[in-house]
């Protein structure tokens, strides 16, 4: 018997999750933090899965799913290859990212419109010369739950890089500069890069944590604790309301093929 991508898909996530494939729902929010996946619990009344495994997940009623995935690229891939195992409806990722720009400020939302693919896992899936580029149909909800709460959000193209401790290096910070990205992150590219692969909608909306080309702008953990205290509650509930939203309305968002 020879076993598809799919066949492991099945037995693979309730594996790293420790939730039955019943369990998730047709939306899904992904993210790196516990804390988003405790709150949500909170929230709904619904119980942590996977507290004893790499990953942890709670599902609410309405048919929406957390997922806390790690840190990094890697488990970025290995997420939306998982997610094959339930082809959800649409897939947000809610990220923190370092603001590259003197427009971009600790606090504001970023919307990516693409992601340079920096972190090389995507190359794994497509050839380098193929974009990241997020579901824009499902970035459209997102940018309508923004404009509604009157906060402030960018839209631009994000770094992805699989390096964590680059703050230091003058040569990186200066390609950066020649990249003119808005952001950087070590998540987004892959995550738009496997869904595409997949065929899952997918999305991310980044909060901008630190501000890593000025020494003091650099991520430490009081100034990491301040930003969740400030934003993290408004992160989650736009990643909820969207997600919800579109699953209310039943908008189909197709992906297209060649």
Known sequence: MTLTKVDLAENWLPRYTGMELEEFGDYILLTNFSSYVRSFAERFNCKIRGEDRPMQAASNDAGLTIINFGIGSPNAATMMDLLLAKHPKAVLFLGKCGGLKHSTEIGHFILPIGAIRGEGTSNDYLDPLVPALPSFKLHKFVSEKLVGRGLEYRTGVVYTTNRRVWEHDEDFKSQLKEYTPIAIDME????????????????????????PMTPEGVKTQASDDQVTTDWAEAHLDLGIESLTQLGEEGEEIKHFTY
Do not use: E, K
């Open 188 to 211: 987004t590219a892959t995550i738009f890069v496997v869904g595409h692969t997949n065929q899952i909608a997918r999305g991310a909306l980044l909060l901008v944590s630190d501000l």
